[in-house]
């Protein structure tokens, strides 16, 4: 007999699951949560159906509901009622994430509470970081965006931030965020960096959830050309040399080579299943096209085949539930 036959006479007895490959546990998944500062209820997400933004009230009990559901992490956004120039509701100490946190490591001391570390949400031009003129244009001022991280990062880890995830993609951003908490009494909080981030459309739906599409230019400058996979080794390549703890590729399903070649650095990769992917499964489902469960179940499959260790997904919660059953 071939090989093959038998292999496939075990499948037809469906004896085939002990030989799987890739098993999903609910350790694994981490659920992105926004908190908007000017919300008094939970405010659904239009282009983001069964997503919401909450009130800093519900901090606490979301805490708990989600770590009764087996969520172990959270991804946290702010939205502040307050964007200026200089991002400066971004580190204020009664900040909408730092209440967030702060709430939400109280109810619920072992979530693993990491916070999303860029200005975007927070400057009334929407980029990711301090903007200067340069012969007449707009563009990122580099080191001056950096001290703004220094400050967020040392912010996020006072209000009890169990890891920062810095997202702004700047030149040395990984080694100055860990400047920062190193010399705060910080040295133990890990930096998930937003190592490989590609200038996507998938995160159209997210700008709208978030309230940070900017008013000028767009984010290719600071964000990876979806054409450049060696590049975007590359950039992660220096943020584990600039001290990284762990590498994120985002968005996930477009970029599966990507995270397996960021995963022959060594250190844990991060995937990010981002807005567009949520809302691109969400609308088919909706329209009878796709089976939700069954797709979503296979993009998240894919992507821990292809070597992420952890995996940011709007649904997580649903995983949990569908890994249960
Ligand atoms: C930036 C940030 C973005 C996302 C995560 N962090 C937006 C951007 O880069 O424009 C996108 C996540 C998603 O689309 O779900 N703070
Ligand atoms: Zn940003």
Redesign the pocket.
Known sequence: MYPQTRMRRLRRKNLLPIFTETRLSPEQFCM?VFFDEAAEEQTPIPSMPGQVRYPVADAASLAEELVSEGICSVLL?GIPKVKDEKASSAYAADGIIQKAVAEMKQAAPDLVVIT?L?A??YTSHGH?GIIRECSGTPELDNDASLRLMQKIAVSQARAGADMVAP??MLDGMVMAIRDALDSTGFSHIPIMS?ST?FASC??G???DA?D?GFSFGD?SSY?MNPANGREAFRESELDAAEGADILMV??AGFYLDVVARVKTLGLPVAA?Q???E?SMIKAAAAAGYLDEKRTVLETITSIKRAGADFIIT?YARDILRWLKE
């Open positions: 992105p956004f999303d860029c975007c949400e990711c997202s702004c937003y981030k998938l995160y739906p997210f700008r978030a940070s984010r964000q985002k968005p990010y981002v807005s567009g949520y709007y």
